[in-house]
């Protein structure tokens, strides 16, 4: 089966440890970012990486590094809270570095002003907090700058300005940026960095407590893993032009975004929304030109992931390859990577209206959040792939649905439900709800979205972390835990992935284990 080449559309963000190669870039970025600042030099950047690498980290995106941030270990207590730049620093080589210090100190953080809008710093800030949780240290302390205090200097004092700034009186893009990453004041240091006109040489003085600290140890026990997932019950109403769509479809990834969700999840098919303005009244027909909305709808979402640092589940689109129609769900991680998996079982109304053809491989995919799969629809009808991506790894199954009465919907509702039960995984359901007049076959929707769980005492009472009112545009927004799941399957009232009789059966998928 050829397949859509979705590659040249991938534009990979990708967050790691900065490396040697890395540093005339990083020298050029300083320059940009912080303009009437003393920059690093090359000896500052190299004595980061041969005393302390995995406390420096850097997002590329397409290949250029966009953004950067150091720190070191320090034991806090050592210092004076009215310390500078320079001291905490050793001069910014950091040679003071204490492998067995308690406090990650965070030195700098730049991100190139065309790519502000990205979440790159909270890339980084999400790195350092993983790093601080790895290393059982206490907490994060950063000495922040307050680049907007210039503008008021004549009107109040610098900690009158910070108090503003968190009554969210003034907006400061750094300060507020630290506060909305979970940072609390400690408070304001004068003559902090003696360079830094814009602040007036003053900082706030900020920390980040690790809330999983161990105090008898240096090692970091797990003890969650959560998910946070929105599933969108989206609207098919008449709209007149693609960016309509594109506008509808943003703003349901915003909100996830705003949530902190690691996953937003769209309904199946639900691009024949743009079907509504296609003036095609044969179904066959108007499915070929919905596939010529591919690129679009691809480069959409790729953009939606990356900018709002969320990982997408596309809902589903109708694809056109080598003249057949497949029903294919698209992944679109936050790093610009995408993924699909095609529908492997098609209904009769599939068949009859729209002419779509059959996948025949199931996948599981690796995130930032664990291995998931994607099931669409009817596909969850079918225990056997459930139980075969479950043995695979994957710990949530996605399944955006689309049906149009209630006895459809309860189908792939009650099937979903029995797929965490009996699989012992999270499965998340996001339908389409409204009505399209003017497009046949697309007459009329019906959905209740929700996040289902194994039903055990350690889970919500009835296995439900939330659920939409049924047929009304709406999202919910719920947390999953991995964690929790790993000790259900070793210890739950009933274990059924460990019962099973593997001695009387087994699940093999023919073609995918013959390749």
Known sequence: MSSFDESKYEKKIILRNIEEKDIDQI???QKVCFPNMEPW??????SHLNIFPEGQFCVEYDGKVVGTCSSLIVNFD?????????????????????????????????????????????????????LTERLNLKSIIIGGRIPYYHKYADKMSPREYVKEVVNHNIFDPVLTFQLMNGFTLMRVNPSYLPDDKASNAHATLMEWNNIDYRATSKRHFKTSFPVRITTIQYMMKQIYTFDEFANQVEYYTDVASDYGSDFAVFPEIFTTQLMSYLDEKSPSQAVRRLTEYTEDYI????ELAVRYNVNIVGGSHFVEEDGKIYNIAYLFRRDGTIEKQYKLHITPNERKWWGVS????????????????ILICYDIEFPELSRYVTDKGARIIFTPFCTDDRQGYLRVRYCAQARAIENQVYTVLAGTVGNL?????????????GIFTPSDF???????VGECNPNIETVV??????EILRRHRRSGSVMQLRDRRRDLYEVTMKKQDEQ
């Open 27 to 29: 020298l050029k970025l």
């Open 41 to 46: 030099k090359k000896e500052h950047l190299e």
């Open 78 to 130: 050592e210092y004076d809270e009215k310390h500078t730049w320079d001291e905490i620093t050793d001069e910014g080589y950091i040679t003071n570095h204490d492998p067995e210090g308690y406090n990650l100190y965070g030195i700098e953080v730049m991100v190139h002003p065309e790519f502000r809008r990205m979440k790159i710093g909270r890339r980084l800030y999400e790195a350092r907090k993983e």
């Open 299 to 302: 480069e959409l979402f790729t």
């Open 358 to 373: 059959p996948g025949d491989k199931v996948n599981v995919f690796d995130t930032d959040c664990g291995k998931v799969a």
């Open 437 to 449: 007049p003017q497009t046949e076959n697309m007459d009329i929707q019906y959905a209740q979205s």
């Open 458 to 464: 350690t889970f919500p009472r009835d296995g439900i």
């Open 477 to 482: 927004v719920g947390d999953v835990d991995l």
